[in-house]
């Protein structure tokens, strides 16, 4: 066989592997393993999460999902069209994919689960999918799954000395999202859902108008917006989109 040839081969030999990955899984496997998932992304058109719908993404353009709102500047210009190959490399390694995306989930190393699960997305995702019906108890098991780490304890931190990125400068909020900006000038983006807004009047409390922000939960998506108390908290919020 000359080199052309061979060449050729090869390059029929990747895309076809390409093209299988979904078709070679098991969907039924699959769906159990979606439920590490669920937590965090829906199947529902358009009902974003902490992650963007699922729905439709097969050829959507990466960072394209006009609903969603939170997607970070990596992702958004990463030019990545999402089919078989581009998701199977995601999910296996969504930094090495998109080196500084906010998806925090380190990725499925094994080769045959990743085929499971993309042969369920690949039919959970179409217009029309029976699996919508059944996400409900799937999202069920993945959220009380990563519960652990959101009820587990910790010493609780003194909060009257902040450094400027703890320290939280203002909040907006805009459909489903909280946009906060520490002091140190940057923003962090959270989804309703996973912003909570809390007091501590303790000794170890924040400074009077001078709201810490705490990291909270096991993925880094979601914190706590601590104020010293209550009276502070509606004040704080502004109302701005855009």
């Known amino acids: 066989m000359n080199g052309f040839h061979a060449t050729a081969l090869a390059a029929l030999v990747s895309f076809v592997g390409s093209q299988s990955f979904a078709a070679e899984g098991n969907p039924a496997r699959g769906q159990r393993l979606f439920g590490a998932c669920a937590a965090c992304h829906s199947l529902r058109p358009d009902q974003n999460m902490t992650g963007p719908s699922l729905a439709g993404v097969w050829d959507r353009k990466a960072g394209t999902l006009k609903s969603f709102s939170r997607y970070s500047p990596a992702l958004t210009s990463a030019n990545i069209v999402w089919n078989d190959k581009t998701l199977d490399e995601w999910i296996a390694d969504p930094q090495h994919v998109v080196p500084g995306n906010q998806m925090t989930f380190p990725g499925v190393k094994d080769a045959s689960e990743r085929a499971d699960l993309l042969a369920f997305l690949k039919e959970a995702t179409q217009p029309g999918s029976t699996q919508l019906s059944q996400q409900g108890g799937s999202m069920r098991g993945g959220m009380m799954g990563g519960m652990g780490g959101m009820m587990g304890g910790g010493q609780v931190p003194n909060l ?4 400027p990125s703890d320290r939280v400068q203002a909040i907006t909020y805009c459909k ?5 900006t520490t002091s140190d000038g940057e923003t962090h983006k959270f989804w309703e859902r996973n912003l909570r807004l809390k007091t501590d009047a303790s000794s170890d409390g924040p ?3 001078e709201p ?8 880094g998506d979601r914190a706590d917006v601590i104020f010293a108390e209550p009276s502070e908290i509606s004040p704080f919020i502004a109302a701005k989109c855009g």
């Open 176 to 180: 489903d999202t909280y946009t906060v």
């Open 160 to 163: 009257k000395k902040l450094d």
């Open 212 to 219: 810490a922000l705490v990291a909270a939960g096991m993925m």
């Open 207 to 209: 400074e009077k108008n």
